[in-house]
């Protein structure tokens, strides 16, 4: 397990680095990337259906209510 710097995670992925979106941590284990971060549901939907990412979540939650979460994929950095 590796931790990445979180300004590298916003330099690789700008759409994670924009207002509303808090990046708290980042760890790759072989090919995976975990990126732990705190966010409205509405732009967590957005991440995971336009961006690959993968997260367990209750999509019935308001868009607007805040959360902490992880999210993950597999891909190199």
Not at 9 to 17: D, G, R, V
Not at 44 to 67: A, K, S
């Amino acid at each position: 397990m590796e931790v990445i710097d979180v300004n590298t995670i916003k330099e690789k992925y700008p759409y994670l680095n924009q207002p509303g979106i808090s990046v708290e941590s980042a760890m790759r284990h072989e090919d995976t990337i975990c990126i732990t971060l705190s966010l409205a549901v509405g732009k967590l939907i957005e991440i995971v259906d336009n961006y690959d990412w993968q997260c367990v979540f209750d999509r019935g939650i308001d868009e607007n209510t805040e959360v902490f979460t992880c999210i993950a994929k597999k891909e190199k950095i």
